[in-house]
């Protein structure tokens, strides 16, 4: 199973991305998605995550009321649309793909097949 997420880029304060991340197989969705990031130094953070029909979403905190998490199953495609981006949301994303039959999940460990990522950063 390959991700290929795309979507990143340089914006400014209060500006908009929409991140997408597709994958190459028909059974998408059988897979509970979700989006993570990393600046250099850290650990790899939850970002969000959508079940398999996209019923059911999770949200870290201070990303909470900015960022929108959506699927397409009939494009294989799932979306992070990400609104008054901030500098600390400067980071790598990366889309992970889940197969073990969950809703969803923040552990980094439930997730069988990841992205390349893509660059986001905020200027101030």
């Known amino acids: 199973v390959q991700l290929q997420a795309s979507g990143g880029g340089l914006v400014q304060t209060g500006g908009s991305l929409r991140l997408s991340c597709t994958v190459s197989r028909r059974t998408f969705y059988i897979y509970a998605m979700g989006w993570f990031r990393q600046v250099p130094g850290k650990e790899r953070e939850f970002v969000a995550a959508?079940?398999?029909?996209?019923?059911?979403?999770d949200y870290e905190d201070s990303v909470k009321g900015r960022f929108t998490i959506s699927r397409d199953n009939a494009k294989y495609t799932v979306y992070l649309q990400m609104n008054s981006l901030k500098p600390e949301d400067t980071a790598v994303y990366y889309c992970a793909a889940s197969g073990r039959g969950l809703l969803t999940s923040r552990s980094r460990s439930e997730y069988d097949y990841w992205g390349q990522g893509t660059q986001v950063t905020v200027s101030s």
């Open positions: 959508i079940s398999r029909g996209g019923d059911s979403t």
